[in-house]
């Protein structure tokens, strides 16, 4: 079996979420066994951050990169349609050397070269929806440039075999917003790499923990992209009442641009308790995890929440909002501890509850742990996606077209 996998982001080229998952995704499914045939994965994305224009991974995995113009802020749908026309160029190249039993697009971003390559080579399309335009939105079109956006999600769920969903949340959101039926839609959660999450030496955090907290202060660390959703103006404004309890906590913020919240935290007086770190690398972000007291992640909506996981199978404690698919991997005084959204009193409550029972937050860690090594390894999850794809080649097979 051989995949055309596209995706609008793959490293170096990674916004957010969607270009780690297909960065994990794929090694994962290359190399797979169907009915005893191995699964070849070929994947297109974009070359807007550099990278080799080819690059052959292994055997079984071949990554192409197509030069396309960069997003323009100003007319961000209409310049992500004109670098689809590029990709579909290049695949059409790719078709003529091997043909694929199946295209498997993510997102929006990538959904006109799926939709047209499917129906030029006749082969069956899936999509993985990671998020959507008006569930960042809370449920609303803001401008026509999300309408845009908007009628391509639903357009690609439609022109699906099936379609992926990366949370129960998920598959609801699809089918209220563009009526995707129950069967069309398949929930596979995202993965994550444990034993990538947990290489922090010893004495790279004693010099982090002495860096970020010399006086053996309490760390909360947010992480994620600095957009309203994230909820990081809520965690700030939990501030002053976590600090009037326990006057010597510092809270770390990772993320590009994250101090156009400052202005937010002088008016609060909480400044000087807040430092806002900027963009880090990922070696970076897990030493964090493993130093600070709780990870917080206060979204407004998340769809899946890859971070969290990524700080449970690190091993920090972590507090998020019960919203969309973080409410279903983090559970209220299992896991983790969940708060209420854009709810500051609630985050105080929940840090309270930390630091007032450390070893309740202890069994928390490590269930936490557990769970992500036996629901969320990439070999599980590629393991369910490759039995997806077999079931819809073999439905191809039986169809016509």
């Not at 050397?97 to 799926?114: E, F």
């Not at 039995?387 to 819809?392: E, I, K, M």
């Amino acid at each position: 079996m051989r995949v055309l996998l596209i995706s609008w982001e793959y490293p170096p080229n990674v916004v957010g979420g969607m270009g780690k998952h297909v960065a994990e995704l794929a090694p994962a499914l290359a190399a797979q066994k169907v009915d005893g045939d191995l699964v070849y994965v070929d994947v297109l994305t974009t070359r807007v951050s550099g990278g080799a224009q080819e690059e052959q991974i292994n055997e079984f995995l071949t990554l192409y990169r197509v030069d396309v113009t960069p997003i323009d802020p100003m007319d961000h749908y209409n310049s992500v349609v004109e670098g689809n026309q590029a990709l579909i160029a290049f695949a059409e190249q790719l078709g003529e050397r091997h043909p694929y039993d199946l295209i498997h697009t993510h997102d929006w971003l990538t959904a006109k070269a799926g939709i047209a390559l499917k129906h030029r080579w006749k082969t069956p399309l899936l999509t993985t929806i990671h998020a959507t335009e008006r569930g960042r939105h809370q449920g609303h079109i803001p401008s026509e440039t999300s309408w845009q956006i908007d009628r391509l999600e639903w357009q690609s769920c439609f022109e699906s075999w099936n379609v992926i969903a990366c949370s129960t949340f998920m598959k609801h959101e699809l089918q209220n917003y563009f009526g995707v039926p129950d069967a069309k839609t398949v929930v596979i959660p995202n993965g994550i790499d444990r034993a990538r999450m947990t290489r922090c030496s010893d004495q790279q955090r004693a010099l982090m923990r002495h860096r970020y907290a010399p006086n053996g202060e309490h760390l909360l660390l947010f992480v994620g992209r600095i957009v309203h959703e994230k909820g990081l103006h809520v965690l700030i404004r939990a501030m002053p009442r976590i600090l009037a309890e326990y006057p010597n906590t510092r809270l770390l913020v990772a993320g590009k641009n994250g101090d156009k919240y400052w202005p937010l935290a002088y008016e609060l007086n909480v400044e000087k308790a807040i430092d806002f770190l900027g963009y880090i690398s990922d070696d970076e972000r897990d030493c964090l995890y493993t130093i600070v007291d709780a990870a917080i992640f206060p979204s407004l909506y998340e769809p899946f929440g890859i971070v969290a996981l990524e700080a449970m199978a690190a091993g920090a404690n972590v507090i998020a909002s019960s919203v969309g698919g973080l409410a279903e991997v983090v559970r209220h005084q299992e896991n983790g501890l969940t708060v209420y959204a854009n709810d500051p009193m609630s985050i105080v409550w929940a840090v309270n509850q930390l630091f007032t029972d450390p070893a309740a937050a202890a069994m928390r860690r490590q269930r936490a742990m557990r769970e992500v090594e036996e629901q969320y390894g990439w070999r599980h999850i590629a393991h369910r996606t490759v039995a997806l794809y077999n079931d819809v080649v073999r439905a191809r097979r039986n169809t016509e077209w």
